[in-house]
């Protein structure tokens, strides 16, 4: 998906294979044009002692409207993995986006840099404005390179012309439903919308092609395939994860549903206890495999310090570095890349902005103002606590930059 759903603009293709060769450089065989169908799944169960399936979610989610005859109607990934892409925007002057979400953002900017000059480009979700689930930098830059973005509509009917799709919209109110955390959308009533554009590509979500899978993989799930928290499918020794499973369709999520697999099938392989909790960093379902290789870990992972914990008296203020990004103008004559990222001294110095918050650093506060001197120190970064001098007064925990120091009953 790195490779064939995110433009080169966002994320460009030499960086996607560095991280690949990184990958194979471990030691990782890697065998591709295979397609896998019900024999060669159940040929790799028998051979090895774990599968784990990823193989994401690559058909588009269909509106449930008829497009007989509609030639000029496409969908987002078909259109972002096509090569040909260049040949279907030419001498077009108007593109329609059903959708208002990442892939549709990808989708809209890419047909603007592929269309000529002068093409309007137009997207169209039920979300209000303001409300589109993209991320609001990708919004910002379309909106920037002269996309429009229309709210509140829904697509209600394609009819078939000379011209291609004519698309009729409805004006829609999405509501969430506070007891299930699924959203619906509501006739609005009013006014509806009449477009007819050269080319609509749909771009509302992708779904997973899983008819090589045994049917007891999804238990009720729908298309996903289900997973317990170990990422263990109802199948022995059988793990699946990223846009297979039902998750945020995520590269964060993908990645950190692998990782937990990976973690699981090696603590099934050691015979070790599987209880992943202890590995969870926060209050999220990050882990940390750095804890896992090197056992039992002296810092406590669900302990998150605040932002108000701090004491943030001791640091010199100093703003952000936001990245520099090409002009509008100029982005959108090419595949590019957009963000021209910070420059060694800026990206030193929002380094420096981090408060290391938890981490002793050694400041030696606690040391010069304890007024009973009953902390002494070592070495660097290494501090011990005489209780039989120390009256808890709390000078040490209060004065603490980083929150490192907490005050507790004496056992």
């Not at 004519?166 to 009449?194: C, H, Q, W």
């Not at 317990?228 to 590269?251: C, F, K, M, S």
Request: with cysteine.
């Amino acid at each position: 998906m790195l490779r064939y759903g995110i433009p080169d603009y966002r994320l460009p293709k030499p960086i996607v294979k560095k991280e690949i060769a990184r990958i194979l450089s471990l030691g990782v065989s890697l065998r591709t044009g295979v397609s896998v169908d019900g024999h060669i799944f159940n040929r790799l169960r028998e051979e090895y002692d774990a599968v784990f399936l990823s193989t994401g979610a690559w058909n588009p989610r269909r509106l449930d409207l008829a497009t007989d005859g509609c030639s000029n109607v496409l969908y987002g990934l078909d259109f972002l993995s096509n090569p040909r892409r260049r040949a279907v925007c030419e001498d077009k002057e108007s593109v329609v986006v059903v959708g208002g979400g990442d892939v549709a953002v990808d989708v809209a900017r890419t047909a603007r840099r592929l269309c000529d000059a002068g093409a309007k480009i137009t997207m169209v979700a039920p979300e209000k404005p303001g409300s589109f689930p993209a991320i609001p930098e990708g919004l910002k830059h379309a909106a920037e390179e002269g996309i429009e973005m229309i709210g509140g509509y829904r697509p209600v009917r394609f009819v078939a012309g000379e011209g291609g799709a004519r698309l009729e919209f409805t004006r829609t109110i999405v509501e969430k439903n506070p007891a299930t955390g699924l959203y619906s959308m509501v006739d609005a009533g009013g006014e509806e919308m009449l477009l007819q554009p050269d080319i609509v590509i749909v771009a509302i979500g992708q779904v997973p092609h899983v008819a090589s899978y045994p049917s007891n993989l999804f238990a009720g799930d729908g298309d996903n395939v289900y997973v317990n928290e170990l990422g263990v499918t109802p199948l022995p020794n059988v793990y699946a994860g990223g846009d297979l499973i039902r998750q945020r369709p995520a590269v964060v999520d993908a990645i950190a549903s692998g990782k937990r697999a990976a973690i699981a099938m090696d603590m099934e392989a050691q015979g070790l206890e599987k209880d992943l909790r202890v590995l969870e960093l926060g209050g999220g379902l990050s882990l940390s495999a750095q804890a896992y290789m090197e056992g039992a870990s002296p810092i406590d992972l669900k302990r998150v310090v605040r932002l108000d914990e701090l004491n943030t008296l001791l640091y010199r203020k100093s703003e952000p570095h936001s990245p520099q990004y090409r002009r509008p103008a100029a982005r959108i004559q090419s595949f590019s890349e957009v963000s021209r990222g910070l420059n060694k001294e800026k990206a030193v110095e929002e380094a420096k902005r981090c408060f290391s918050c938890g981490r002793c650093v050694g400041c030696d506060l606690c040391f010069l103002l304890c007024p009973d001197m009953s902390i002494s120190r070592k070495a660097k970064k290494e501090y011990t606590i005489v209780s039989d001098y120390c009256k808890g007064c709390s000078i040490c925990a209060t004065t603490c930059p980083r929150h490192v120091i907490e005050m507790g009953e004496s056992r």
